[in-house]
Every structure is written in structure tokens, then in C-alpha cells.
């Protein structure tokens, strides 16, 4: 047993030096109070070095602790997406005007910062419904305290009271499917819950249940369309930084925990399970119609929202609703195919996306203003930020030559494939209209000229280059994408599937 | 046929010089303007030595189409290969590029007009790097549609155009420029999406066997998606006349309509040539317009030739409406730019009825009659730049007796009006017989009723040109200088393309003929 452990500690290093990290974060805050600075640096090299253990994990598919979690290629993918994601939100912060007002508080701010990684290394790996549920919630709390970070702003208070307030219901509800289903089964081990449901426990009115609440539960982290109401809300008042992490991180956190969830528990996993072989466990409740159902009012929903948005940050909210659409409808498929199409999607959203909210945030740091009003002229203002703007802006729009294109193409593809036409259809119509109010931003800064103030507005290299590091992949990977195809087809598997 | 300069293809060569260019004018500091003017100028004058390369080196036997062999100049590298996995085949995307009949004299053109085009923008003064630095990606999207031949490229490169057009509409048009560009913008992309599902839908229903090791590959190349062989069994496109290949063929035509324009499909155009600069007007009615026909005869045509047979008349019964709605249209004008945009769609009709003849007469009538349309319009488009530089007016009722006012200028107008107009001797004539011709032994009845447009048409330009250039001029407008030497050179090789085709269009419809003849065999071999 005592070896056991020990042998599997090895594969826990990322996870561990997250914990290291976050201890040296309270001593050194501790220590050297007030120099904000340092312990962002030192979070910083924390993560790289998780980076890197996460790197030498290459190849492995294992189980340790006793089955409670999984080292294997497909969490690997996204530990590294969600590493990365976080490297950029330690950049972010770095330029961040809003929180540099608060930083006596800062190192607070990095801890959490660093826990709710830790949260969503756990999502992504559990393969024990039990501590899927304690990483969710862990996860969950570090960010309604990051959303309420600015101190004396009544909306981020408010921001951060609404979170809790919806999110504490949410997985309330999730929790209750998880011990319904555990209930029934027998088991907290995804797999043992996988074997009872093939073997046939009956009950199916009590499954379904289940499956719905922990829908719910996860669909409230993913926001989608009918649990997003929280998210525009919580997505102003936070500040700009955190509303990048929860739009990307969390996000890509929880869809990951979800389609490890269901694609172990929930499938008959036969010998063919290639396009036609996916079969359903639990009699009369085909999840994969009411999850096509969601990701279509979602795409629906948020695009249409979004399109009577002045403030930058809403509309970025609503569009990563109608973005969770999107890839939920490859979750409504789970093929290897659709998989594979959903890890490109998530490895590209994460680049456009925070591009998106980081020039938002440049700019919100020197015009002091969130409103796509105040965004006019500044093509001339600011050309570079603006012209990396635009690309963001229609690579989120899915137009080539962008990376946003490559990820619609495949997430399209793997749809239509198994023949979720009207799903499809519905996709492409609102990727239209997604169109109008993405090119509104591009409008603003290019058609119009400067309102009052029209001097250049200068950033500095620091700033440009975190802009380069986000603007080349999403282009370059829309030019040149096979090498992304591979890693995301060999990185589909799932320990134990 | 290869034709190689410092290792590199020509046709590589003449689509991203454009964008070498435009990297040269982005480096250029903003202060030197004539420096980028002059530049853009180079670029586009080397890509029609090029394109006049090209030309001389055209073989016009070569059939094209669905041969890969007799494609001429071929380009032909992996770009995206991700290799077989147990769950799904070995995936291919080409960087495949060549020309053949059909495409040769697009790429003339796009050459031709571009380089117009610039000498036509010297005026501008607001943003030069920008205007030319966009121009020119511009121009290598154009030119990329028309030598790809992977479907992937092909929609990369038509959606390279969208970006710039709506820039170069929105910051440098008219009053409402703003909703011009945006209309413009929606309209297509609204069309790309249907392509785009399309695209994916044949990627899926396509797979050929790889000669040398046997596997299944998935492909874009578009001369694969041709052989009906290719098609898988069981997937969505597979068969002949089901529904969902009529589906697709209507996405498609849906798309390429909105390029063309076709009724019910062309609201976008008046207002995008009304707001877009004269330059602008320019590619826009001579390069932009020709994608969309272009694509239907590479694309839709040859890939689906069942579902082009059954949907012909349809095609021609909508060219029919355009012409003759187009040419109503444009009598009601009083804008001279509008005009021209609905005497667009009115010739752009004929292209329709032309190509859905899918006889051999008609189409070449067709195809040739986009080379003629890109030439004209871009004469009518300066013609009324040249007012418009000079007055800030183009209402057709602002003026009159230019005659005496402008002499050389209402020369050159004369002939490219007439031109439109249809007049022997002059290149319109030529193509509008000939696509005419080929739609009465098709469809008598449409063909019949279509060539009263031909009357429509001598109606508004006769009465434009009476407003404009005969009768008494007004008071104010009595000084105007007549062409300057840059916008005579903008002119005379347009002037001179007219007439000579005119007189002689032998050479030009032989460039074509074989392709041509080539694709109505395979419609209907692959129609019945």
C-alpha cells in the first residue's frame, strides 16, 4: 500500500508542485508584504514548472490513488490548455490597471489563483464522482472570492454574491444527481458505475434524474443556455483578468470533467464504438437529444444576446455562451472524432478568447471604460492592439484565415459526420449573426474617427508582446493546423475506455 | 505545361506577389505616399506581366476540368496530411494550384483590372498604406480563387477578399458606407457558410483509394471530388438526383448567386458600388462579381452535374429575371453609379442564362461575356470616377453636354456605353450572341423573352447618354478639364480590349473552347 502510494506520487508532481506553489505564495506573501510583484513572478515559475513535469507525463495512462484519479493523454491535453491559460492570466494581471489599485492584496489574489488551478487539475483527472464533486467545488469557491476581489466596487460585490448565490444551487443539485446515481449504483468509481449501468440496475425514471441534475450542475459551469443567467452578470462586475480565467479556464475545466464523465459512464463501450457504436446506458433517456437541445439554444441564445451589447465584457460573456454551444454539440456526438474536434476547438478558443479580453483589458486600462461606444477611432489611436482586435474579433467569428475557422471546420465536420444535421444548420445560421456584432467592435475602432480625445494611446513592449504570443497561434494555426490535428487525435484517450 | 521562375511556380508568383507588396507598403513610413503608390503599381504591373506570361504560354488544347493531367502550370504540394488512425482515414489538404480554360481568362483579368485599379486610386489621399497594404491582399485573394484547386484553398482564398473589401468600402466609401460594407459582408458570409457545409459534406462523401499504399484518404482536392467514383457509399453525397445533393448544389448556388448577383440574391450591389470608392466599383464589378459564376462552373457544375441538369431551367428562368429586372432597374436610376450596379445584374444575367444553356455555345458565351462584363464595367466605373473626382456629382440629371465640355472623355465613354449596350463591332455583342444563342436551343421561350433586356438596355443607356453628354451644358461645369494622361492610361488598355475583341474575339474564345466543350460533356455524361 505504502509503495503503492509512493509510486503514484510520481505522476502527481504537477498537481504537487501546484500545492508547493501555493504554500511558497502564502509564506512569501507572508514575508514580504506589499511586493506584489515577486509572488506574481513566483506563481509564474510555479506554473512553468508544472508545465514541464506535465510535459514529461507524455505517454502515460494510469491510475493512482487507488483509481481516484487518472493520468492519461486526454487530461494531460487539457491540464497543459488549462496551464496555459493560467500562465497568460499571471501576464494579464501583471498589466492589469484595475488590480494594480489593490495590490497590497495581490498575493492573496495569486493563492487563489493557484487553488482553483489546482480545482480544475482535479476535475480534469477524477475518475471518482467523489472527488469530482471536491474539485468542482473547490474550483467553484476559489472563484467567487477572485470575482469579488476588487474591494469597495459594488459590483464586483454583487458579481461575486450572484455566483455564489447560483452556484451553490447548481452544484447543491449536481451533488444530489451525483448521490442519486451513486445510490443506485452502488459505486462512486466511474467505471463501477459504467459495469452496474450495462449490467442494468432498472430504475430508469431515477437515473434520469441523476443525469439531469448533474447536467445542471456542469451546464452551470459551462454556462449554457438554460443556466447561464448568472454569467453576463458575473462577467462585468469581476474584474477583467477574472473574467477571462472564468470564461476560458473554468470553462475549459468543466468540459473536460463532463466529457470524462460521460463518455466513461454513460456508453456502453462495446469492441466497434467507432460513429454508429455509441449506445446509451440508461432506458428512456437519450442525454445526447437534451444536450443537443442545449448547445442549440445556446449557440441561439447567446449569439442573439449578444448582439444588443455595448459593453465589451457582457458581449464576450454572451458570445462564450453561444462558444459553449459550439462544443457542446461535440460532446451531443462524443465520436473519437467529435473528441478530437472538441480538444482543437478548446486549444483554439483559448488563444482567441484571451486575446480578446486582454486587448479589452489594454484598453480598458487607458480609456477607463468598458463600452464598445468608447472603442471608436481607435484604429488610429492604437493600430497595432486594434489590428490584433480585428483578428481575434473574426477569428472568434470563424473566419480563415484564423485558427477560429480550423476549429468550427472540424467541430462542423465531426457533427454533420454522425448526422446531427439540424444541429449543424443551426451552427452555421448563428455563426452568421455571430458575425454582425463581432464586426460591430471592428467597426467601431476603424469606420469611425476618434470621439474627443484622439491622441495615440502608447502600450509598452511588454504589453505588445503578450499581444504576439496570443495573435501568432491563432494565426499561424489557421494556416497550419496539422500538427494540432495529430496531437489532438492521439491525445483522446481516456484511461480505461 | 510548367513554368517555373527562381525555382517557384508561376502561378505562386503571380497570387502572393500582391502580398509581398503589401508587406513592402506596410514598411514604407506613412509620409512617403507616392512611394507606396508606386509600389502597389509595380506589383500589380508585374503580376500582368505575369499574367501576359501565362497567356503566351497557354497551351489551348488542354482540356482541364477533371484532368488533372491536362491542367496546365500545376502547383501541386501537401500542405495538411495527418496520417490514418483506426477511427477515421488519412486526411489530405493540397496546396494544389493550376489553370486551364475556364480560369485563364479570369486570371487576365484579375491582372488586368487590379492593375487599373491602382493607377485609378492614385487620388486617394486618406490612409494610402492602408488602402493599398488592404488592395493588395485583396487582389491575391482574387487571384486565389481563381487557380485553386482544393476546395480548402479555394474557400481560404474566398474569404481573404471579404475582410479588405469590407474595410476599403467602409473606411474610404461614401456617406453610408458604414451599412454598405456590413451588408456587403453578411450577405457573403451568409454564402460561405452554406459553402462551408458543403465543403464538409464532400470531404466526408469522398474518399480515393492512394495508389501506392492502398488507404482510404479523405480529400479536399477538387478534381477527386469530380470523379464519382470517389464518392463513399452510404455517405451523405453518395448516389445521383437524391435530395441531399440537391440540398448541397442549392447551398452552393445560393452562395455563388450572392457573388454573382443574381435576383432575389443582389440587394447587396447598389449599395456597395454606390458607397465603395470609384477604384473599388472597379474590382468589384470586374474581378468580384466573376468569382461567383466562376465558381459555379468549377465547383458546382462539374461536382454535381445530375443536380445541374435538373436545376438548369431554374438557373435560367433566374437569369432571365435579372436581365431584364436589372435592366428596369437601372432605366429608373438617377444615380449614375446605380445604374451601372443594376446594369450589372442585368449582364450578369446573361452570364446565368449563358452557363445554364449547358450547351457549348452558351457557356463559352457565358464565361466570355464575364471577361467582357469585367472590362466594360470597369470602363463605366471610371467613367463616372472621372466625373466624380471632378464635380463631386454623379446624378445622371446634374449634367449635360459633356460632349462639348470633354471631348476625349465622352469618346472613351461612348464606347464602353455602347459596349454595354451590345453593339457589333464592339466585345459585348460577341458574348451576349453567343450566350443567347446557346439559351435558344436550351430554353426558346426564356431566351426569347430575355433579349427584350437587350432593348431595355439601349433604352437607359441611349437616355444616359443624352443626359450626360448631349444638350446644353450647365454654367458651372463648363470648365471642366478633359482626361489627364494617368486617367487616359487607366483607359487604353480597356478601350482597346473592347474594340479588339470586338473585331476579332476568334483567339480569346479559343483560349477556352477546349475546357469548355470539356465540362458540357461531363455535365452531360454525369447529368443522365
Keep these: 500500500m505504502g509503495d503503492n502510494i509512493l509510486n503514484n506520487i510520481v505522476l502527481f508532481y504537477p498537481e504537487i508542485t501546484l500545492v508547493v506553489t501555493l504554500c511558497a505564495l502564502v509564506f512569501s506573501d507572508l514575508l514580504m508584504k506589499g511586493k506584489g510583484q515577486f509572488t506574481g513572478w513566483l506563481l509564474l515559475g510555479g506554473f512553468c514548472l508544472t508545465g514541464i513535469f506535465l510535459l514529461l507525463q507524455n505517454g502515460y495512462s494510469e491510475s493512482v490513488f487507488d483509481d481516484m484519479f487518472a493520468v492519461d493523454s486526454f487530461g494531460i491535453y487539457f491540464k497543459v490548455i488549462l496551464i496555459l491559460s493560467g500562465i497568460f492570466i499571471v501576464l494579464f494581471t501583471m498589466r492589469s490597471r484595475e488590480l494594480e489599485r489593490n495590490m497590497q492584496r495581490i498575493g492573496e489574489y495569486y493563492m487563489l489563483i493557484a487553488g482553483m488551478m489546482l480545482g480544475m487539475f482535479l476535475m480534469v483527472g477524477s475518475t471518482n464522482v467523489l472527488l469530482m464533486y471536491l474539485a468542482f467545488e473547490m474550483t467553484s469557491i476559489s472563484s467567487y472570492v477572485l470575482t469579488g476581489y476588487i474591494k469597495g466596487s459594488l459590483k464586483s460585490a454583487e458579481a461575486s454574491m450572484k455566483y455564489i448565490i447560483f452556484g451553490a444551487v447548481s452544484s447543491g443539485i449536481m451533488l444530489y444527481g451525483l448521490s442519486l446515481l451513486c445510490g443506485v449504483t452502488g459505486a462512486t468509481d466511474i467505471y463501477a458505475i459504467n459495469a452496474s449501468l450495462v449490467e442494468g440496475v432498472g430504475q430508469p425514471m431515477v437515473l434520469s434524474t441523476a443525469v439531469l441534475m448533474i447536467i445542471v450542475g456542469l451546464g452551470f459551469k459551462i454556462a449554457v443556455v438554460p443556466f447561464h443567467f448568472w454569467a453576463p452578470d458575473v462577467y462585468e462586475g469581476a474584474p477583467l483578468v477574472i473574467t477571462a480565467f472564468l470564461a476560458v479556464a473554468s470553462k475549459i475545466a468543466a468540459f473536460a470533467m463532463l466529457i470524462r464523465l460521460f463518455s466513461v459512464s454513460f456508453l456502453v463501450h462495446v469492441a466497434d464504438t467507432q460513429s454508429t457504436g455509441l449506445l446509451n446506458v440508461i432506458e428512456g433517456l437519450n442525454w445526447n437529444i437534451v444536450l443537443s437541445g442545449m448547445s442549440a439554444l445556446a449557440m441561439i441564445v447567446g449569439n442573439l444576446a449578444a448582439l444588443w451589447q455595448t459593453n465589451i465584457k457582457r458581449l464576450l460573456a454572451y458570445s462564450s455562451i453561444a462558444h459553449a454551444g459550439y462544443i457542446l454539440m461535440g460532446i451531443v456526438v462524443l465520436t473519437e472524432e467529435a473528441r478530437s474536434a472538441m480538444m482543437m476547438y478548446i486549444f483554439i478558443y483559448l488563444f482567441m478568447n484571451l486575446g480578446a479580453f486582454y486587448i479589452a483589458m489594454l484598453f480598458s486600462n487607458k480609456l477607463n471604460s468598458e463600452s464598445i461606444e468608447d472603442y471608436k477611432g481607435l484604429g488610429f489611436r492604437a493600430p497595432f492592439e486594434s489590428v490584433a482586435m480585428t483578428v481575434f474579433m473574426i477569428a472568434l467569428a470563424g473566419l480563415p484565415p484564423t485558427a477560429g475557422f480550423i476549429a468550427k471546420l472540424y467541430i462542423f465536420g465531426a457533427a454533420m459526420n454522425a448526422g446531427w444535421l439540424w444541429l449543424v444548420f443551426i451552427a452555421g445560421v448563428t455563426a452568421v449573426i455571430s458575425l454582425f456584432y463581432y464586426i460591430r467592435i471592428v467597426r467601431n475602432m476603424f469606420l469611425y474617427n476618434p470621439e474627443g480625445e484622439s491622441g495615440q494611446l502608447y502600450f509598452d513592449v511588454f504589453s505588445k508582446v503578450i499581444v504576439l504570443l496570443l495573435l501568432i497561434p491563432t494565426l499561424f494555426l489557421g494556416v497550419y493546423f496539422g500538427p494540432l490535428i495529430k496531437l489532438a487525435r492521439t491525445s483522446i484517450n481516456i484511461f480505461g475506455m | ?528
Design chain 2, 1 to 528: 505545361m510548367e513554368l517555373q521562375l527562381l525555382g517557384i511556380g508561376i502561378l505562386t508568383w503571380i497570387v502572393f506577389i500582391p502580398i509581398v507588396g503589401m508587406i513592402i507598403v506596410l514598411l514604407i513610413p506613412d509620409s512617403r505616399q507616392d512611394a507606396i503608390r508606386w509600389t502597389a503599381l509595380a506589383v500589380t504591373g508585374m503580376q500582368l506581366m505575369l499574367a501576359g506570361l501565362i497567356l503566351r504560354n497557354f497551351d489551348r488544347s488542354m482540356l482541364g476540368i477533371n484532368e488533372s493531367g491536362s491542367f496546365q502550370f500545376v502547383e501541386h504540394f501537401n500542405w495538411i496530411t495527418v496520417d490514418a488512425l483506426p477511427w477515421i482515414g488519412k486526411v489530405e489538404i493540397t496546396y494544389f494550384l493550376g489553370i486551364d480554360g475556364l480560369s485563364v481568362l479570369m486570371v487576365i483579368l484579375t491582372a488586368l483590372i487590379s492593375f487599373v485599379g491602382v493607377i485609378s486610386s492614385w487620388k486617394i489621399g486618406k490612409m494610402v498604406k492602408g488602402y493599398f497594404a488592404l488592395y493588395l491582399l485583396l487582389v491575391t485573394g482574387m487571384m486565389g480563387v481563381f487557380v485553386s484547386l482544393d476546395f480548402f484553398l479555394f474557400f481560404i482564398f474566398w474569404e481573404i477578399i471579404l475582410l479588405p473589401m469590407y474595410f476599403l468600402i467602409g473606411i474610404w466609401g461614401g456617406p453610408r458606407r458604414e451599412y454598405a460594407a456590413i451588408k456587403f459582408f453578411l450577405y457573403t458570409f451568409i454564402g460561405s457558410i452554406l459553402m462551408m457545409l458543403v465543403m464538409i459534406a464532400l470531404y466526408f462523401s469522398i474518399a480515393y483509394t492512394d495508389p501506392v499504399t492502398g488507404e482510404l484518404v479523405h480529400t479536399f482536392n477538387l478534381l477527386h471530388m469530380m470523379n464519382p467514383d470517389n464518392l463513399v457509399e452510404g455517405s451523405i453525397l453518395a448516389g445521383i438526383n437524391t435530395t441531399w445533393r440537391y440540398i448541397a448544389w442549392i447551398a452552393l448556388f445560393v452562395n455563388f448567386a450572392i457573388k454573382i448577383p443574381l435576383f432575389p440574391f443582389h440587394t447587396w450591389l447598389p449599395d456597395a458600388h454606390v458607397e465603395a470608392p470609384t477604384a473599388i466599383s472597379v474590382i468589384l464589378a470586374g474581378v468580384l462579381l466573376k468569382l461567383g459564376a466562376y465558381g459555379l462552373l468549377r465547383i458546382s457544375f462539374p461536382i454535381f452535374p445530375d443536380a445541374t441538369v435538373y436545376f438548369a431551367y431554374m438557373m435560367a428562368v433566374l437569369g432571365m429575371i435579372s436581365i431584364i429586372y436589372g435592366a428596369f432597374c437601372a432605366m429608373a436610376q438617377t444615380d449614375f453609379k446605380k445604374l451601372i450596379a443594376y446594369s450589372s445584374v442585368s449582364h450578369m444575367g446573361i452570364v446565368v442564362l449563358g452557363i445554364a444553356s449547358l450547351t457549348t455555345q452558351g457557356m463559352v458565351g457565358g464565361v466570355f461575356q464575364m471577361f467582357n462584363h469585367g472590362i466594360i464595367t470597369a470602363v463605366l466605373f471610371l467613367v463616372v470616377g472621372v466625373l466624380y473626382d471632378r464635380t463631386h456629382k454623379r446624378g445622371l440629371t446634374d449634367f449635360g453636354g459633356m460632349a462639348t465640355v470633354m471631348p476625349r472623355y465622352t469618346g472613351v465613354a461612348i464606347i464602353g456605353m455602347f459596349a454595354a449596350l451590345g453593339l457589333p463591332g464592339l466585345n459585348g455583342f460577341v458574348s451576349e450572341l453567343f450566350s443567347f444563342l446557346g439559351a435558344f436551343s436550351a430554353f426558346r421561350w426564356i431566351a426569347i423573352i430575355s433579349v427584350t433586356g437587350i432593348i431595355i438596355t439601349a433604352a437607359y443607356i441611349l437616355w444616359t447618354v443624352q443626359r450626360v453628354f448631349l444638350g446644353k451644358s450647365p454654367e458651372q461645369y463648363k470648365n471642366l478639364p478633359d482626361l489627364s494622361a494617368r486617367e487616359m492610361v487607366s483607359f487604353a488598355p480597356l478601350i482597346m480590349l473592347i474594340i479588339m475583341l470586338g473585331i476579332y474575339p476568334g483567339p480569346t474564345i479559343k483560349l477556352m473552347n477546349a475546357s469548355v466543350s470539356h465540362l458540357v460533356d461531363l455535365i452531360n455524361i454525369g447529368g443522365f
